[in-house]
């Protein structure tokens, strides 16, 4: 398999994760590992989107990315405040 269609495959399943385990319960979507989850693999998607040359997909997953850091850098204090489920 090309490395390029692995890359998609591993973050397409970590996204995927991420969003099962949020709406399992598993993972509070304000944790940072929900969040880290997030980040690799939208970073993952948004680097096969460049070399694919996928405009519409690089902003899709660029903004997923950098939403995904932005609540990573967020304070602990106000992930949990800010949490559904807290």
Sequence with gaps: MDPVQLVSLAGAFI?????????????????????VLNL????ALAY???VS???G????EGSWAVISLIALLRPAKNRERDSPLT
């Design 15 to 35: 996204i995927l994760a991420a969003y099962a385990s949020g709406q399992l319960g598993w993972l509070p979507t304000a944790s940072r590992p929900y969040n």
């Design 40 to 43: 690799v693999g939208s970073a």
């Design 48 to 50: 096969v989107a460049v």
């Design 53 to 55: 040359n996928q405009i």
């Design 57 to 60: 997909f690089v902003v899709l």
